[in-house]
């Protein structure tokens, strides 16, 4: 499935790709999370998600950790809450339940190629994104903010890794 957003050159604003990602969620069956009161974790994540052009697939995941980790701007103390929210949680919990630990080795390895083609792209960026970004920028054309900081998103061909690693998406 390609998304608009996923296209080099998307003329869609930054929120209109958010909306298009969250239909694409609800169209595979899966919730879009939601922020808590006060709170940016999951928007700021979901953008990551458009700005470098990924689906939710376990391999674009994987591959979406090394975008933020190598392409991102941010404090490693709000990243982590990232990762204590509830829903995060619940996610890890019940991805380990049903595939077992070893699946995150086997991801890893069958992502390498991935992991690596991006980590080049991160390389080439004039400036990284930041991952608390200013709120203007929902409103501004990702084909901008993606020239603005030299991000070139992969295309269909370089974020393919085979055959999908399946699970039902239910937390």
Partial sequence: MSLRYQQQDCSLTLREGLAEYHR????IGRKAMVDCEGSRLILEHDT???????????EQEA?????????CQYKWRYLRGYAQLPDIKALYLALISEKGWRLFPRLYWKCLGLKWRI????????KKWPFQ?????LDQPIVTLRESHGIRVLTASERATGDLLEWSGCY
């Fill in 63 to 71: 591959g979406l950790d090394t975008w933020v980790l190598f392409g």
């Fill in 48 to 58: 990551t998600h458009v700005i470098f052009g990924m689906d939710t697939s376990l």
């Fill in 133 to 137: 970004f200013p709120e203007e920028w």
């Fill in 119 to 126: 980590v080049r792209r991160t390389r080439r960026m004039s």
């Fill in 24 to 27: 694409y969620l609800a169209g």
